[in-house]
């Protein structure tokens, strides 16, 4: 910032000196044109001390400025290629994913889809093996119901077999063959011992 103020100036007191030296002596000849070539001689003659004055006060200004100007238009230059080759290469690399875009889908469905069938497939297996394990377990459970109705029901035809005889015998024993019995058990008691 202070560069370019100092360059303002410089030019700023340039134009003045350029006014001065060259629109004052314009005004101040009102004269007759016979001394036409003095004046013009002398108007070069002004031109070229403010010239090299100007160029004497200026040019070290002006070439610091322009220096640094050059330089940040090299540095802009640069970022600005360097962001174009960066853009490029960015550009050169969504080209090739959207070229193989297509074969990467197709790749991610196929994938998609084997690991479905594979979980489909465990998902299966393991509903067979819970089939399996629940039909052994109900049939397991049924065979012990079985057993256990079996056991019931042999128990009952027992005791109402036992009932039937105990009623049949009561019916059918008369009182003698009760004596004949008893005689007869303990014959064998006695035979026993």
Do not use: C
Not at 6 to 22: D, Q
Not at 140 to 165: F, P
Request: no cysteine; glycine share 4%.
């Amino acid at each position: 910032m202070r560069g370019r103020r100092k360059v303002f100036y410089v030019f700023f007191g340039a134009a003045v000196l350029l006014f001065v030296g060259f629109v004052l002596p314009a005004l101040a000849s009102e004269g007759g044109h016979e001394n036409y070539w003095k004046q013009y001689i002398f108007q070069i003659i002004n031109f070229a001390i403010m010239l090299a004055i100007l160029v004497k006060f200026i040019r070290p200004a002006l070439k610091g400025y322009l220096e640094k100007r050059h330089n940040q238009v090299k540095e802009e230059l640069q970022k600005a290629k360097e962001l174009s080759e960066a853009a490029e290469k960015t550009y050169k690399e969504a080209q090739k994913r959207l070229a193989n875009l297509d074969a990467e889908i197709k790749a991610i469905r196929e994938q998609m889809l084997k690991e479905v069938e594979q979980e489909r497939k465990k998902l299966l297996e393991e509903a067979e093996r819970k089939a399996e394990l629940m039909r052994a377990q109900a049939e397991q459970g049924l065979k012990e119901e079985i057993n256990q109705l079996k056991k019931r029901l042999r128990e009952e035809v027992s005791m109402e077999a036992l009932k039937l005889a105990e009623e049949i015998v009561k019916k059918t024993i008369t009182k003698d063959d009760q004596k004949r019995l008893v005689n007869m058990y303990v014959q064998q008691l006695g035979s026993k011992n």
